[in-house]
């Protein structure tokens, strides 16, 4: 595939666009300098790119002009002491042999500085966010980004759409009262979809919860996401789970759990095997911006950096963990710059703009998996929808900033322009395609609720790989039980 | 419709966790979840009596507990995920825009940081009251509460303590929440000297005990039956008032056997008792309320009244707390016991969704429990 080099269309393009609700964070006093930091000091890690691994190396090789802009930053004289002036010579390979100027140190030599320096909190400007597609679906001009071609872009276009409707229709069944729980991934279906395409089915996921794309993309049917909501006998988590907690084996998809953030470190474990048995493929495991604030998610990140697995960590960068606004969950310029400390590669990207993220996924996970190491993307978006089917968000943020990303940040909107405009998509396209994904959910939310409930027998199986003695006997005595009082228990559990 | 037949006999789902008393399914779950209430409403008990009493629900209850926590002391402090804006299960509603964002706040969305932030707040003889969103995510937090919490006075010799500590939980089934939605870890942390740990059984019991863990010189695990958030409703006395720790309660008395449970348990085991009663079996019932320090003695005197024990809780049999207070029991009163001690708990699986009116200890199974004992 062929490197575009794309030029807009029109100059507006160009204009940074404004977030409206992503805090800046106060910028530094200026007395603490931190050059270091800002500087990215540590670039050794993308010295060692080669073209051959990376197919869209702009996003990332731009460093060999900042290291020299540091060394001049650092050549200058300063005062100590009253009368007394001495040269400062930075870190460099000259001086290396210098015991005064550099402390040898595990890790690499540290250089010896005069100044009481502390890096500072935050930069004086924000990581900026790699995009493709500006808002009315044309490239931005200068963007650089690997074509997607027809069928490809179709597919996406077609499972970003299908993933909006299962949304709509499982949300409203729940409603309706005929599924217990929801939860929708409205406004994420970009960061779904585009980073299922620029995976392989090799990969391995390891979900937080609202990444259902990754599995629609790769095959589970809807037929097959309707029996897990329903928890009937064809669920392949066997009834046991709330709704949405899929899972798939054959799809590489690990079971979702509730608990947030617990996959992180498990992440870097199967990586690690991954590595060990020499695979072509990665780790993707997902994370919430609130699921960056738990222990599990640096244990995470350090266990997959210090043991090199080669894990690709996206951080679904969504403005919000339930009610609290990522102002209360972290102070940092977001979760892209924890990357750095952990020395893992990270990029931020435009999580609504699914050529960017396509274009950012495939280039990560061929660091990834080519470099053996982990490198983080944090997607900014917004959870359109309430948390879940138990939330009203209302109560704790504006309608219209949830309005503005449901309709000027429109991540389906944004690249249905684009198909369009390559003429590869049409409007009466759009309206059968809409028609038949609706019948065929409803069909699958009837055929699922129709089905029998799994067999008792499975509420004890798969506690162990086999069942117990406790276990044997408590199921002979549940089974004396429902014979005496039969009316106490559900018909549609085949005992 | 056969669907909705379905799901009514299933006594799940249909209730979202913010409306359960609204659209709760109108199964025998609810059937039995609504008794507590109904407990309560009979039985007049002397803080209750009096003008300012108001028919409330759990969730208000603590709510109201945690206003006049805050209000009379300026050291007290509400913190936890999403307690900003009122809870999820809005017990902390209306808090932060009373008493400021500096006394109510949300929290980065960490359990062992927010245990190990209010075990520093407490040590610095702050009231730290600490809500973890769903007990099933109180584990991230086990080290702090287990080895530090716990053992913050005795590694010290009592030169440090984090006494003013409460960690606050919703815990146990609620008819739709499967494994992490759903689990009574109470027992974990009764095998931890150190802390205590309350579960109350209804609205004014919850606002009593509330109050006085907060104000308790110890670490307190407090674990608040989720289920009975918005179902359980019962006469609150609006003032000030606490209700004693490491004291249990006998709610019924009864002389052929003695039945031990907590939180919302109870409400079944108290249809049970009105069951057996029809049979002409007698059944004290008591709450618990401390499991650790537990109230001994009183169950001791029951049983050696009755000659045979019950215990039953949601929590899975093994390991269960209602084998302390068997073995324990046992030991005191071995040779009055007419009858092995009986167990009616939840089952050795995980939470189960689809299964849970099966895993569940309901009536039924209570109460074919006490006449087998009865008749042993
Ligand atoms: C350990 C743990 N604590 C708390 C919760 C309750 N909870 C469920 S989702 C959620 C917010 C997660 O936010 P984020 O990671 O940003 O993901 P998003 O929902 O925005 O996709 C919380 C607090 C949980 N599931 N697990
Ligand atoms: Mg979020």
Redesign the pocket.
């Known amino acids: 595939m062929a490197i575009w080099l794309s030029r807009s269309k029109k100059i507006a393009h160009l204009l940074k666009p404004k977030i409206a609700y992503f805090p800046q964070p106060k910028i530094a006093p200026s007395e603490f300098s931190y050059k270091i930091y800002e500087n990215h000091v540590n670039s050794s890690s993308f010295g060692t790119l080669s073209g051959e691994n990376i197919r869209s190396p702009h996003v990332f090789l731009d460093n060999s002009a900042t290291m020299s802009a540091l060394n001049r930053q650092w050549r200058r004289t300063e005062s100590t002491r009253a009368g007394e002036q001495v040269e400062t010579v930075p870190y460099s390979d000259d001086n290396y042999e210098d015991e005064n100027q550099a402390l040898d140190f595990p890790g690499g030599r540290v250089s010896f500085t005069h100044e009481m320096k502390f890096i500072s909190e935050a930069a004086d400007k924000r990581i900026p966010c790699y995009r493709v597609l500006s808002d009315d679906g044309y490239p931005i001009a200068g963007s650089r980004f690997e074509q997607v071609d027809k069928e490809t872009a179709v597919k996406m276009y077609k499972s970003m759409v299908t993933l909006q409707i299962m949304d709509n229709i499982f949300y409203e069944a729940q409603r309706q009262g005929r599924i217990s729980f929801y939860l929708t991934s409205t406004g994420e279906e970009a960061i779904n979809i585009a980073t299922a395409a620029a995976l392989t089915s090799d990969d391995v996921i390891l979900p937080?919860?609202?990444e259902p794309g990754i599995l629609l993309w790769r095959g589970f049917t809807l037929q097959e996401f309707a029996n897990q909501c329903f928890g009937n006998s064809a669920d392949y988590g066997k009834g046991k789970q709330m709704p949405i907690h899929y899972g798939s084996n054959k799809h590489n998809f690990f079971t979702i759990s509730?608990?947030?953030?617990t996959q992180l470190p498990q992440a870097a474990g199967v990586a690690y095997s991954l590595k060990m048995d020499k695979k072509e493929a990665c780790v993707v495991a997902f994370?919430?911006?609130?699921?960056t604030s738990?222990g599990d998610f640096h244990a995470g990140l350090n266990f997959a950096a210090v043991m090199d697995a080669p894990v690709l960590f996206i951080c679904?960068n969504?403005g919000?963990?339930?009610s609290t606004p990522i102002s209360e969950q972290f102070r940092s310029d977001g979760v892209v710059v924890k990357g750095q400390a952990y020395g893992i590669r990270s990029i931020r990207v435009d999580g609504n703009d699914a050529l960017a993220v396509y274009n950012t996924i495939r280039a990560a996970r061929e660091m990834v998996i080519h470099e053996q190491k982990p490198v983080l993307v944090e997607a900014l978006s917004y959870?359109v929808g309430h948390?879940s089917t138990s939330d009203d968000s209302t109560k704790y943020r504006p309608v219209d900033e949830i309005e503005h990303w449901k309709t000027a940040r429109n991540p389906l909107a944004r690249f249905r322009k684009w198909v369009h405009k390559n003429g590869w998509w049409t409007d009466d396209e759009e309206s059968e395609l809409r028609g038949s994904i609706r019948k065929q959910l409803l069909n699958a939310i009837q055929v699922a609720e129709k089905m029998e409930k799994p067999v008792l027998a499975e509420m004890f199986s798969d506690v162990y790989d086999d069942l117990p003695s406790n276990l044997h006997e408590q199921e002979k005595s549940l089974r004396e039980t429902i014979k005496r009082h039969r009316q106490d228990y559900p018909t549609d559990v085949p005992v | 419709m056969a669907s909705s037949l379905r799901r009514c006999n299933l006594g799940l789902i249909l209730s979202r966790f913010q409306s359960i008393s609204g659209r709760s399914s109108n199964g025998g779950t609810r059937l039995r979840r609504l008794s507590t209430a109904m407990i309560s409403e009979e039985r007049v008990s002397p803080y209750s009596e009096g003008a300012g009493n108001k028919s409330i629900n759990l969730f208000s209850a603590i709510n109201q507990a945690l206003h006049i926590a805050l209000e009379t002391d300026s050291r007290a402090y509400v913190f936890g995920?999403?307690v900003g804006f009122g809870g999820v299960f809005r017990c902390t509603t209306g808090l932060s825009d009373r008493f400021g964002k500096q006394r109510v706040f949300n929290t980065p969305?960490c359990?062992q940081g927010i245990v190990g932030f209010a075990v520093g707040l407490a040590a610095m003889g702050n009231r730290a009251i600490a809500e973890i969103?769903?007990a099933d995510?109180i584990f991230?937090a086990f080290d702090q509460i287990v080895n530090e919490a716990a053992k913050f006075r005795y590694r010290s010799g009592n030169q440090f303590n984090c006494g003013g500590l409460t960690i606050r939980a919703p815990y146990g089934a609620v008819g739709h929440g499967g494994h992490?939605h759903s689990q009574s870890p109470e027992a974990f942390f009764c095998h931890v000297p150190g802390i205590k740990v309350v579960i109350p059984r209804s609205p004014q019991q919850a606002k009593g005990l509330l109050l006085s863990s907060i104000r308790d010189p110890n670490p307190v695990v407090f674990f608040e039956p989720k289920w009975l958030y918005r179902l359980a409703v019962e006469e609150v006395p609006e003032n000030d008032y606490m209700l004693p720790l490491s004291e249990a309660e006998v709610i019924r008395e009864g002389s052929d056997i003695t039945l031990v449970g907590w939180g919302a348990q109870l409400s079944v085991m108290e249809q049970a008792c009105v069951e057996a009663e029809k049979d002409g079996i007698s059944c004290e019932l008591i709450d618990l309320k401390t499991l650790i320090p537990w109230d001994k003695e009183k169950i001791e005197s029951s049983v050696n009244k009755t000659g045979r024990l019950l215990v039953s809780h949601e929590a899975p049999i093994t390991g269960g707390f209602g084998a302390e207070i068997s073995a324990s029991i046992t030991e005191r009163c071995f040779l009055r016991l007419e009858a092995p001690v009986a167990r009616v708990c939840g089952l050795d699986t995980p939470f189960p969704l689809v299964f849970e009116p099966f895993y569940l200890p309901t009536k039924n199974k209570i109460l074919d429990a006490i006449k087998s004992t009865v008749n042993y």
């Open positions: 937080q919860y609202r509730s608990p947030i953030a994370t919430g911006d609130g699921g738990e679904r969504n919000w963990a339930i959870r948390h | 995920e999403d969305l359990e969103q769903f995510y991230p992490y």
